[in-house]
């Protein structure tokens, strides 16, 4: 059975998420404690307007309205302080709120940087976006609102309030306070609830996120198998979901909070009643009744104040423990504490003629699917080598492993004699510039998309790359020449030229190290003849790993390794391997 991750204290979460805007959220709270003493001090200043200036009759008419004025104009002077303090610390609130969202949202995004490609097999990129602007971010803004603002005022307004009743009169206090106790109660048990529906809908808002991501990067292929109608009835499932989820949890919501609601009024009842039998026969004021009531009502009003952003909690917490269960993940390709210097363990390399990658006894599979079970082979410097066999025989696999995309069971992989994990993953990765089947092209221009390589790069070496890549012979052909913006995923892009972008963006990180995979494998004859001029001339000067589809890319390197079953069954030059029985001559003969 798996163990079930422990969760982070929700507080103490906040609180780290929140920690250079700390200094916005007291000044917020501080000054919500104020305006909630002003917010108390009201009700009591209707009691001396109406006892000591309106109903007073041991003082003169005149005097009775110079009293009910001066308590009117301290009214108006704690409203109007309570108008200016909250505002301050509403501003306030709000920075430190889009600070603290800012905080998780960049913290998330960097975490998941640098997880391994197990972790986004398994997790959609539409479902991560809806953690970082969905539902998870909107309930936590929603409740530290709410908290950083209404619950001092509350809290304290409702203390001065309790403590001035007191001084009226003990038998409604004491009747106020059980119907509060009751409501809270019920309160406590509606958290719990609301907190385990919150977290079935995130849930459920998630897998609705990650399949709407799905086809919509999916689009071509819908329309190619005309399976929309298909998409459309699962698409309807999943609100139909969604929209039962959200039902439930509204409803719950409401219903939770009418628990409460109808015991305060049901006290509210109970309080004018032993308030009308105290007046009449305990010698209870008017002033003091009426005191009593507003006192009441700013109770009741901050009670459910507190209630609703009780339950809003429930969301939140459901919402920080989903966001928490990715950020504790940890990557499977770790980083040292201390790394090698790529250019030193080179010029070692060089010196002493070892080669520049080697896999040693490397055993690796995705999860039960085992791929290597003893991988051995090398690559010496600025030599060409030819990677062949059929699908799943483990020849894509070694340039995600060299690239520490995925971590290896067993074995270890040396570049420049040195094992990969001793250099940090940013030099092992820009050491090594690959040609990908269906390179990912960026909505910009394209020599942004070229330059996102090395941002830094002075324009002669762009230039140069984009000679080597032949992005010339297309880019002049176009009305904005490489200022044009290309669509997502390289929408107005044929095949070839992604192909070539991407090789420029390779040439422009200036790595020892070059693969090429399958980068032929989906081109037209004249693409092709494009790419393998680029690749040729690249050979010259790189170790060259061409994974190929293709074997007519492949006639000029200097070794072919021919792989089955995520073995090496063969190996030799083109010309060798071509008049010799086994593997690769069945490939060649079935592609003539």
Same mark, same amino acid.
């Given at each position: 059975?798996?163990?079930?991750?422990?969760?982070?204290?929700?507080?103490?979460?906040?609180?780290?998420?929140?920690?250079?805007?700390?200094?916005?959220?007291?000044?917020?709270?501080?000054?919500?404690?104020?305006?909630?003493?002003?917010?108390?001090?009201?009700?009591?200043?209707?009691?001396?307007?109406?006892?000591?200036?309106?109903?007073?009759?041991?003082?003169?008419?005149?005097?009775?309205?110079?009293?009910?004025?001066?308590?009117?104009?301290?009214?108006?002077?704690?409203?109007?302080?309570?108008?200016?303090?909250?505002?301050?610390?509403?501003?306030?609130?709000?920075?430190?709120?889009?600070?603290?969202?800012?905080?998780?949202?960049?913290?998330?995004?960097?975490?998941?940087?640098?997880?391994?490609?197990?972790?986004?097999?398994?997790?959609?990129?539409?479902?991560?976006?809806?953690?970082?602007?969905?539902?998870?971010?909107?309930?936590?803004?929603?409740?530290?609102?709410?908290?950083?603002?209404?619950?001092?005022?509350?809290?304290?307004?409702?203390?001065?309030?309790?403590?001035?009743?007191?001084?009226?009169?003990?038998?409604?206090?004491?009747?106020?306070?059980?119907?509060?106790?009751?409501?809270?109660?019920?309160?406590?048990?509606?958290?719990?609830?609301?907190?385990?529906?919150?977290?079935?809908?995130?849930?459920?808002?998630?897998?609705?996120?990650?399949?709407?991501?799905?086809?919509?990067?999916?689009?071509?292929?819908?329309?190619?198998?005309?399976?929309?109608?298909?998409?459309?009835?699962?698409?309807?499932?999943?609100?139909?979901?969604?929209?039962?989820?959200?039902?439930?949890?509204?409803?719950?919501?409401?219903?939770?909070?009418?628990?409460?609601?109808?015991?305060?009024?049901?006290?509210?009842?109970?309080?004018?009643?032993?308030?009308?039998?105290?007046?009449?026969?305990?010698?209870?004021?008017?002033?003091?009744?009426?005191?009593?009531?507003?006192?009441?009502?700013?109770?009741?009003?901050?009670?459910?104040?507190?209630?609703?952003?009780?339950?809003?909690?429930?969301?939140?917490?459901?919402?920080?423990?989903?966001?928490?269960?990715?950020?504790?993940?940890?990557?499977?390709?770790?980083?040292?504490?201390?790394?090698?210097?790529?250019?030193?363990?080179?010029?070692?390399?060089?010196?002493?003629?070892?080669?520049?990658?080697?896999?040693?006894?490397?055993?690796?599979?995705?999860?039960?699917?085992?791929?290597?079970?003893? #991988?051995?082979?090398?690559?010496?410097?600025?030599?060409?080598? &030819?990677?062949? *066999?059929? !699908? @799943?025989?483990? $020849?894509?696999? %070694?340039?995600?492993?060299?690239?520490?995309?995925?971590?290896?069971?067993?074995?270890?992989?040396?570049?420049?004699?040195?094992?990969?994990?001793?250099?940090?993953?940013?030099?092992?990765?820009?050491?090594?510039?690959?040609?990908?089947?269906?390179?990912?092209?960026?909505?910009?221009?394209?020599?942004?998309?070229?330059?996102?390589?090395?941002?830094?790069?002075?324009?002669?070496?762009?230039?140069?790359?984009?000679?080597?890549?032949?992005?010339?012979?297309?880019?002049?052909? #176009?009305?904005?020449?490489?200022?044009?913006?290309?669509?997502? &995923?390289?929408? *107005?892009? !044929? @095949?070839?030229? $992604?192909?070539? %972008?991407?090789?420029?963006?390779?040439?422009?990180?200036?790595?020892?190290?070059?693969?090429?995979?399958?980068?032929?494998?989906?081109?037209?004859?004249?693409?092709?003849?494009?790419?393998?001029?680029?690749?040729?001339?690249?050979?010259?000067?790189?170790?060259?790993?061409?994974?190929?589809?293709?074997?007519?890319?492949?006639?000029?390197?200097?070794?072919?390794?021919?792989?089955?079953?995520?073995?090496?069954?063969?190996?030799?030059?083109?010309?060798?391997?071509?008049?010799?029985?086994?593997?690769?001559?069945?490939?060649?003969?079935?592609?003539?």
């Amino acid at each position: 059975m798996k163990k079930e991750k422990p969760k982070q204290h929700f507080w103490k979460s906040i609180f780290e998420y929140a920690s250079n805007h700390r200094k916005n959220f007291i000044i917020a709270m501080s000054f919500s404690l104020i305006v909630g003493m002003c917010l108390a001090i009201k009700p009591i200043l209707i009691k001396y307007i109406i006892d000591d200036g309106i109903t007073n009759t041991a003082l003169s008419e005149i005097d009775r309205l110079k009293t009910a004025v001066f308590y009117c104009i301290l009214y108006i002077s704690a409203h109007i302080m309570q108008m200016v303090l909250w505002g301050v610390g509403y501003k306030n609130m709000l920075i430190g709120i889009e600070g603290f969202l800012f905080n998780i949202r960049s913290k998330f995004f960097e975490h998941v940087q640098t997880l391994c490609m197990r972790f986004h097999d398994k997790n959609s990129s539409g479902e991560l976006f809806n953690y970082l602007f969905g539902t998870p971010m909107a309930n936590l803004k929603n409740f530290l609102n709410q908290f950083s603002m209404q619950v001092p005022t509350q809290i304290i307004s409702m203390v001065i309030s309790v403590s001035a009743m007191l001084t009226y009169d003990w038998l409604l206090t004491a009747v106020m306070i059980v119907a509060l106790t009751v409501a809270m109660l019920l309160n406590y048990h509606s958290r719990k609830k609301i907190r385990r529906l919150s977290g079935d809908l995130i849930k459920c808002e998630s897998e609705a996120s990650k399949f709407t991501d799905d086809i919509l990067h999916g689009s071509s292929a819908v329309k190619m198998y005309a399976i929309e109608d298909e998409i459309n009835t699962e698409f309807k499932e999943k609100l139909n979901d969604l929209k039962s989820k959200g039902i439930t949890l509204s409803f719950t919501q409401w219903l939770e909070n009418t628990k409460p609601e109808f015991v305060q009024h049901a006290g509210i009842a109970l309080v004018y009643l032993v308030g009308a039998f105290s007046c009449i026969y305990r010698g209870l004021s008017i002033g003091e009744l009426t005191a009593f009531v507003s006192s009441m009502s700013i109770i009741m009003s901050g009670l459910n104040s507190i209630f609703t952003i009780n339950l809003m909690r429930s969301n939140a917490e459901a919402s920080l423990d989903r966001i928490n269960s990715i950020m504790t993940e940890k990557s499977q390709t770790p980083e040292n504490e201390v790394y090698y210097n790529p250019k030193q363990k080179r010029a070692s390399a060089i010196y002493s003629n070892a080669p520049y990658i080697e896999f040693k006894d490397v055993v690796f599979g995705y999860d039960d699917r085992k791929i290597f079970k003893g #991988l051995n082979c090398k690559f010496e410097r600025n030599k060409s080598y &030819g990677i062949v *066999g059929s !699908s @799943g025989s483990g $020849k894509s696999t %070694i340039t995600k492993l060299l690239m520490r995309l995925y971590e290896i069971d067993d074995g270890e992989i040396l570049m420049y004699n040195c094992n990969i994990k001793r250099f940090s993953l940013h030099d092992l990765r820009k050491n090594i510039g690959i040609v990908p089947q269906d390179p990912f092209i960026f909505q910009m221009s394209i020599i942004n998309n070229i330059r996102i390589a090395a941002p830094d790069a002075p324009m002669q070496e762009v230039m140069r790359a984009m000679e080597i890549a032949r992005v010339h012979e297309f880019v002049n052909e #176009l009305k904005m020449g490489w200022n044009t913006i290309v669509g997502d &995923g390289g929408f *107005g892009l !044929s @095949g070839g030229q $992604k192909q070539r %972008i991407a090789i420029a963006r390779a040439v422009l990180c200036k790595p020892e190290i070059l693969v090429f995979d399958e980068a032929t494998s989906a081109l037209d004859n004249v693409s092709e003849h494009h790419i393998k001029n680029a690749i040729n001339e690249l050979m010259a000067s790189h170790t060259v790993l061409i994974i190929a589809h293709r074997l007519t890319t492949i006639q000029n390197v200097d070794e072919i390794l021919v792989f089955d079953k995520g073995e090496i069954v063969q190996q030799g030059s083109f010309d060798a391997l071509s008049h010799e029985d086994g593997l690769f001559k069945d490939m060649l003969e079935s592609t003539n």
